[in-house]
T-cell receptor, first 111, second 114 residues
C-alpha cells in the first residue's frame, strides 16, 4: 500500500533525446509527488514536484505528468544532456513529512 | 547557499558497537529527518523530528536507534548495537516547514559494519 514502483531501473539516451521515467502508487492518501536527482557521492536533491490538483508541471527541460485516476506519474527530461546523467528517484508523501521513495532510475546520457 | 552537512563521511565499525552519526541541518529549518539507503536499493525513511520530539518513525527505527538534538545546531542518529545489516548510506535531511516544503538532504554518511 505504501510502495512507489519506479521504472525503468536504468536508461540510456542520446544527447538531445527524451528521457522518460515512470512511477506508480497505490496509496490514495499521497498528496505530494517530488522527483529527486542524485549524483554519485551526493545526497538526493529536489528537482521538481507536483501536487495532485494539476496534471502537468514544467520547469525548464523537466516536466512531470500526473494521472490521478491511474495513480501514475512520470518525469520527462527533454533535450537530455550529459550533465543529466544521474540517478532519479520519484517519491510520494501523505500526511506528515515521511517521503516514500521509488527504487530509482539510473540515467546515462551519451554525447 | 545553505546546506545540510554530515560527519563523518565514512564510518567503519565492528558489529555490536555503538555509532553516532552527526548532522548539521540548515539553520532556520525546524523539521529534521534521517533516511537510509542500502547499496543498490531505494532510499528509506527512518524518522522525523520536530520540537525535540520524534514526530514519525518507520518500522526500521526500532529500539536500537535513537535521535537527539543535543544543542541548537546538531542532530544525531545513534545506533546502539550495530548489526551487519545496518551497513548503508545514512542521509540527514531538514525542512523549514511541514507538508509540501522541500526536504534538503545532506551528502550522507556511509556506515560499514564488519
Amino acid at each position: 500500500q505504501q510502495q512507489v514502483k519506479q521504472s525503468p531501473q536504468s536508461l540510456i539516451v542520446q544527447k538531445g533525446g527524451i528521457s522518460i521515467i515512470n512511477c506508480a502508487y497505490e496509496n490514495t492518501a499521497f498528496d505530494y509527488f517530488p522527483w529527486y536527482q542524485q549524483f554519485p557521492g551526493k545526497g538526493p536533491a529536489l528537482l521538481i514536484a507536483i501536487r495532485p490538483d494539476v496534471s502537468e508541471k514544467k520547469e525548464g527541460r523537466f516536466t512531470i505528468s500526473f494521472n490521478k485516476s491511474a495513480k501514475q506519474f512520470s518525469l520527462h527530461i527533454m533535450d537530455s544532456q550529459p550533465g543529466d546523467s544521474a540517478t532519479y528517484f520519484c517519491a510520494a508523501k501523505a500526511a506528515g513529512n515521511k517521503l516514500t521513495f521509488g527504487g530509482g532510475t539510473r540515467v546515462l546520457v551519451k554525447p | 547557499e545553505p546546506e545540510v552537512t554530515q560527519t563523518p563521511s565514512h564510518q567503519v565499525t565492528q558489529m555490536g558497537q555503538e555509532v553516532i552519526l552527526r548532522c548539521v541541518p540548515i539553520s532556520n529549518h525546524l523539521y529534521f529527518y534521517w533516511y537510509r539507503q542500502i547499496l543498490g536499493q531505494k532510499v528509506e525513511f527512518l524518522v522525523s523530528f520536530y520540537n525535540n520530539e520524534i514526530s514519525e518513525k518507520s518500522e526500521i527505527f526500532d529500539d536500537q536507534f535513537s535521535v537527539e538534538r543535543p544543542d541548537g545546531s546538531n542532530f544525531t542518529l545513534k545506533i546502539r548495537s550495530t548489526k551487519l545489516e545496518d551497513s548503508a548510506m545514512y542521509f540527514c535531511a531538514s525542512s523549514e516547514r511541514m507538508s509540501y516544503n522541500e526536504q534538503f538532504f545532506g551528502p550522507g554518511t556511509r556506515l560499514t559494519v564488519l
